[in-house]
């Protein structure tokens, strides 16, 4: 009945792996076994995860110490422990050069602190380096301020704005870019000597026309 029971409990593609016996202890000698590989695996990955995890300053310092806290448990668990002593001197490793006066302190005294209280010390280290990040944010922009201004007015030295062109009445449309605009009419579309008004005002006067002719006469 209990070898029917532990059966039942494990995974049939687990269960299938394992040598087949008509003994209940004896099974549960062969599960071990099965699975003494996989802890050795999982021991070396718990292992590796705390050699290279270092503090980002993203999940909080608190919650960095419980994560280097709880893979010691489980290495623990796994016939590996270790001390608590070690455990915070290697948690010390692990913290960022904003620490690092942190370290020198924690470092220069000779009471060992406990995981408890490297918690509440770190955080409240923590809190004060967060206080005194707007002064330094404040410096660390200042130059690039300066720099910009110095740039603009290198822009203003080497780029000198050009003075607007001033039109004169009578100028000559010569130049003129864009839609041609007749001087006799003020209409846009045509030049002045294929308006027609000013056809009709050079008949009235007896005026012959002119092809050639920009403008209305002195006289008129």
């Known amino acids: 009945m209990s070898l029917m029971v532990i059966k039942n409990s494990i995974s049939p593609t687990i269960r299938g792996a394992i040598k087949d016996s008509e003994n209940a202890k004896v099974y549960l000698d062969l599960v071990e076994e099965q699975f003494k590989g996989t802890s050795k695996t999982n021991a070396g990955i718990l292992i590796l995860r705390m050699l290279t995890t270092k503090y980002n300053g993203v999940s909080g310092v608190r919650g960095h110490i419980m994560m280097m806290n709880d893979m010691a448990n489980q290495l623990k668990t796994l016939d590996m422990e270790i001390s608590e002593g070690f455990l915070v001197h290697f948690i010390m490793t692990s913290l960022p050069p904003q620490f690092d006066l942190f370290k020198i302190n924690y470092n220069t005294q000779k009471e060992k602190w406990k995981m408890s209280e490297l918690i509440a010390m770190c955080v409240q280290e923590e809190e004060r380096l967060k206080l005194e990040k707007p ?86």
Not at 136 to 157: I, Q, R
Not at 170 to 192: D, E, I, L, N, V
């Open 135 to 220: 002064d330094v944010a404040h410096l660390t922009t200042s130059n690039p301020k300066n720099k910009k201004g110095s740039f603009k007015g290198k822009g203003e030295m080497g780029n000198k704005p050009k003075p607007n062109k001033i039109s004169t009445p009578g100028a000559s449309t010569s130049t003129f870019k864009g839609t041609p605009k007749c001087r006799f009419c003020h209409k846009k579309g045509h030049t002045q000597r294929d308006c027609p008004k000013f056809k009709e005002w050079l008949a009235k006067k007896g005026i012959p026309y002119d092809k050639e002719a920009g403008k209305k006469p002195a006289n008129g």
